[in-house]
């Protein structure tokens, strides 16, 4: 048997069939539908934010939201973290942007704000933080560095579906906010993403930057592309909002497994508990000091693979190591993300799991450091 880092949440085969059915009789598959606006307005509402609008992925979210900001082709800096998924840097590098990189907390592995005012030169032009494991980014300090600066703020909000932090969406920070709703996400529409903007304007430029700039049959407004979320998507995303708070709630209680047997345990850290915020517990994440624990966090990796565990090292490599942004811009030591990227292993969680399975990886873990003791004496 095999447990993987994570498994979508799916329907039921029925209630998918249902809500697809329409789309059969009316041959309507795409290009804002029915099905789009009806789940674009259910989110709207599950999420509490306005301004919300969909795209095909969040990579795409991600990229058109810098571009509906009008940041695109100005040839400036936006500061970002390299402990993340690849995907944040390219989308800044793929829009003639260059990334800067800021180091993070040791805490909550966000971009650390405190580093981040000394960054900022006359060249840049936005902030692109990360909401990483859907932890919390420090929101009103870099509010404010970026009210001070007058600079822009997009937060990848990938891992941060339904997140809430004072009782308030997180999506309602900053310029634009980018959701994932990727199949290994705790919400997906297969592939899938959307981008919250306070700015009213701001949205309805992004909807049209989804669908190549064009507001009428007769007028086309900007240079836009096609990032449109189809028919069949938006069904997947309504029957999978129904599931969702069940799913949330299945992972809090795998979580609670895991810390039950992980905590206290000498060169092993868990999450960090944010105050005032609600989790969506898409991520099981486990630290390991080697030099405590005595064994690294690849000999756990390796090791859970040879009982058929796909743990991931999300996020190996830093991205400021990595070939394509290695040589580019002014680099600053990142200490705190190396260790991160070195030491983190995100432990599968997923509503198909049950607690012999989590009894099973963490004894796996545990044998292993205790077998590397019993060696060293
Ligand atoms: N910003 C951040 C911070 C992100 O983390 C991401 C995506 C983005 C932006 C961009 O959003 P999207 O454009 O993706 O919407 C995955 C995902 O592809 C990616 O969405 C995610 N972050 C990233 C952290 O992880 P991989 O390469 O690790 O996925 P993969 O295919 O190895 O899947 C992991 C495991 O999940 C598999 O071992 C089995 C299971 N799985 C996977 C899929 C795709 C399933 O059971 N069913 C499936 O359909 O990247």
Redesign the pocket.
């Known amino acids: 048997m095999s447990i993987?880092?994570?498994?979508?949440l799916m329907p039921d085969y029925q209630e998918y069939i249902e809500e697809i059915r329409c789309l059969f009789e009316s041959g309507m598959l795409t290009n804002y539908g029915r099905l789009h606006e009806r789940f674009r307005r259910k989110l709207k509402t599950y999420l509490g934010v306005d301004g919300i609008e969909l795209c095909t992925?969040?990579?795409?979210?991600?990229e058109l939201a810098l571009q509906t900001l009008g940041l695109a082709g100005t040839g400036g800096e936006v500061i970002t973290t390299p402990f993340?998924?690849v995907?944040?840097v390219h989308?800044i590098a793929r829009n003639g942007l260059t990334p800067v990189f800021c180091d993070i907390r040791e805490d909550t592995m966000t971009l650390d704000a405190e580093k981040l005012e000394s960054l900022i030169t006359d060249k840049t032009v936005a902030i692109m933080p990360?909401h990483?494991y859907g932890s919390v980014c420090d929101v009103e300090r870099i509010s404010e560095i970026a009210e001070r600066h007058q600079l822009k703020v997009i937060y990848?909000a990938?891992?941060a579906f339904g997140v809430e932090y004072q009782g308030k969406s997180i999506l309602q920070y900053g310029d634009a906010s980018?959701l994932?709703?990727?199949?290994?996400?705790c919400f997906n529409t297969?592939?899938?993403?959307a981008a919250v903007f306070p700015s009213r304007r701001d949205a309805q430029k992004f909807r049209r930057m989804c669908n190549y700039g064009i507001v009428s049959e007769e007028e086309i407004q900007e240079i836009g592309g096609n990032a449109k979320m189809d028919e069949f998507r938006a069904a997947m995303g309504l029957c999978n909002l129904r599931g969702v708070d069940a799913a949330i709630e299945k992972r809090r209680e795998i979580t609670a497994w895991y810390d039950k047997r992980l905590q206290g345990i000498p060169g092993l850290t868990l999450r960090h508990a944010q105050e005032e915020v609600s989790q969506n517990y898409t991520y099981y994440i486990l630290r390991i000091d080697p030099a405590v624990f005595g064994v690294t966090r690849d000999d756990v990796c390796r090791e859970l693979k040879t009982y058929g565990v796909?743990a991931?090292k999300?996020?190996y490599p830093a991205l400021n190591e990595i070939p394509a942004y290695e040589q580019l811009g002014r680099q600053y030591p990142t200490p705190a993300a190396h260790r991160a990227a070195k030491e983190i292993v995100t432990l599968p969680l997923h509503d198909g799991m049950n607690e012999e399975h989590v009894a099973m990886i963490c004894s796996c873990i545990l044998n292993l450091a205790a077998a590397a003791e019993r060696k060293a004496v």
């Open positions: 993987y880092v994570t498994k979508p992925n969040g990579h795409l979210a991600l993340t998924f995907s944040t989308a990360v990483v990848d990938a891992h980018v994932s709703f990727h199949a290994t996400k297969i592939e899938g993403g796909y991931r999300y996020f």
